[in-house]
């Protein structure tokens, strides 16, 4: 650590973009300290879990009563478990405001979410980013699918995805790496749905796992346990693939359980000249300086940040002339549940437990609008083989039966794309406060009617899919996720060509603080129906290579 904590650049955040973020500037020269707030975990090492077996968790997997109040906003979605517990963050110490229900899931570790992620991959194409102009929600996106393309090549070949070309004009094909293997039951559904709905196709998902080994890295074991972090280096996360790169160059600094409080506004200069953190094991301040700075922290904690970042030029935080920053807070909805029985393929298994599923892109109100409501969906899910006959034996012939597989059954869950309300709005609570004594966050935010008709309509799509398909028992479930649980949250520093209704340009620079640039997902300026995390890594990449050309032109 330099005597006088000066840097070139400062990365907050070691998620997916902070990672990449912190990569990039190292490889391109520039001394960088990554910023923090979970404690630090090392990879492979502090893997505690990957390799147990069921038996060995005293409580099943389930968390305690007491863990599940430490946690108490965390269990409120499907992933925590006993097996990764330690890689949330705790609930008790970091309170928010909900004003509407709001499901922040979040991680508090070096690698933050990277180690949680899903992992599902996919391109947005130009029909997601002229929604917003086409339909006239939101504002236009400063940037097209050609700007972004050369960058979604870059960070596909070093992350590695795999996946299957398929033409599908609204989402484009990556640089895959081979796809893994539909089993029997999903191959059937494949036939059956394309020759019935012209206007619909079944893959299988694009997703951020290995299938061949590259450096430092081996293939999918098939084990599905990514949630305990990959010992094998098979997925994509910042501790197994962009942080190794960075620490090779030599240029890179990690602080972690270093809470960032603001950042840090010279008036004079008229730029950010560094931040200031909390310690927190020790409760002690400290600032460290740079010449550029990369916001990273996810789309909330960002949002905090920039707010809690007051000064006499930036008195409602800072870039936030247009009072945008907090505003326009979208997450996906996961619509409904739809499954079936299966019959027919008794005499049939698969191979290991893939961690993927198969995706329906979204067809409906493409290319033309049809429906009740503007926007869509896409479907994702699988077949599968349960275990035992459902009986209710008990001792030895219980035992006997779950060594034989069950039957089979398919389900679908549809994903669909919120809009961007600017009253769906995030603000500081200063009557409520963390541990370190920091303001909370109040969220105010839900589904709208386009939301909840979309979610309707998908219900009775994924059921005429299965009717198709000639499925039995099918089943459906229409609840409707609260905004925060699809873990998509983005919006709230949105990417725009005009200062006044957005907060950075089409770079990811702040309009007013040309050293401050954010790639995480507050950026985006409407959320489409994927998933987005390969094109945070795309946004972060490409603004990395801008913000250094224009530190070495003296722009910055």
Excluded at 19 to 35: H, R
Excluded at 159 to 182: C, H
Excluded at 319 to 327: L, W
Excluded at 437 to 455: S, T, V, W, Y
């Amino acid at each position: 650590m330099p005597q006088n904590n000066q840097f070139d650049a400062i990365v907050i955040g070691s998620g997916i973009t902070g990672g990449w973020a912190a990569k990039e500037l190292c490889e391109k020269g520039l001394k960088t300290i990554l910023l923090e707030r979970g404690r630090p975990v090392e990879h492979i090492k502090d893997y505690t879990t990957a390799n147990k077996d069921p038996w060995e968790f005293p409580h099943g997997g389930s968390l305690t009563p007491q863990e599940k109040e430490k946690y108490k906003i965390q269990v409120r979605h499907y992933s925590i478990h006993e097996d990764n517990k330690h890689f949330y963050v705790n609930d008790l110490e970091n309170p928010y405001t909900e004003t509407k229900r709001y499901d922040w899931v979040r991680a508090d570790v070096l690698g933050g979410r990277s180690l949680l992620w899903a992992r599902m991959s996919f391109r947005w194409s130009d029909f997601d980013f002229e929604a917003n102009a086409r339909d006239g929600h939101g504002i236009d996106w400063p940037i097209r699918y050609r700007d972004l393309a050369p960058w979604y090549d870059y960070v596909e070949k070093f992350a590695g995805i795999s996946g299957q070309a398929a033409g599908i004009k609204n989402l484009p094909d990556s640089i895959f790496q081979a796809p893994m293997e539909m089993n029997c039951v999903e191959k059937m559904l494949q036939q059956k749905i394309e020759s019935s709905f012209t206007d619909r196709k079944v893959i299988i998902g694009r997703v951020a796992n290995l299938t061949q080994k590259m450096p430092g890295r081996s293939a999918c074991q098939y084990r599905n346990l990514c949630h305990r972090g990959c010992p094998f280096g098979a997925y994509f996360s910042t501790l197994s693939s962009t942080l190794p790169a960075a620490m090779e160059t030599g240029n890179l600094t990690i602080k972690t359980n270093a809470l960032v409080n603001k950042i840090i506004y010279d008036e004079k200069k008229q730029r950010a000249t560094g931040v200031e953190i909390i310690d927190t094991e020790t409760g002690k301040t400290y600032e460290y300086y740079a010449k550029v700075v990369f916001l990273n922290a996810s789309t909330l904690a960002s949002t905090f940040i920039l707010l809690n970042s007051t000064s006499s030029r930036f008195p409602n935080g800072i870039g936030n002339d247009s009072d945008q920053v907090g505003r326009n807070l979208m997450d996906h909805h996961k619509s409904g549940n739809v499954n079936a029985s299966v019959e027919g393929f008794e005499d049939r298994y698969y191979f290991g437990r893939r961690p993927n599923g198969i995706f329906v892109p979204r067809f409906v109100n493409y290319p033309d609008q049809k429906k009740n409501y503007v926007r869509g969906f896409n479907c994702q899910g699988g077949a599968w083989r349960g275990r035992g006959n459902g009986s209710m034996e008990i001792g030895t012939a219980l035992k006997s039966s779950l060594t034989e597989p069950g039957d089979w059954r398919v389900g679908f869950t549809a994903f669909g794309e919120c809009l961007p309300y600017a009253d769906n709005r995030v603000t500081l609570d200063k009557n409520l406060h963390d541990k370190w004594g920091r303001p909370g966050l109040a969220i105010d935010c839900h589904f709208r009617e386009n939301e909840k008709n979309m979610r309707d309509d998908a219900i009775q799509h994924m059921k005429e899919m299965f009717e198709a398909a000639g499925l039995k028992d099918i089943k459906a479930e229409g609840s409707m996720s609260f905004p925060g649980n699809a873990n998509h949250e983005m919006g709230t520093a949105r990417m725009g060509n005009d200062p006044k209704s957005s907060v950075v340009n089409k770079w990811n620079q702040v309009h007013s603080v040309k050293n401050l640039f954010i790639t995480d997902g507050s950026c985006m300026a409407s959320s489409a129906s994927v998933n987005p995390s390969l094109t945070y890594m795309a946004l972060t990449a490409r603004a990395v290579d801008y913000a250094v050309h224009q530190l070495k032109k003296g722009n910055i």
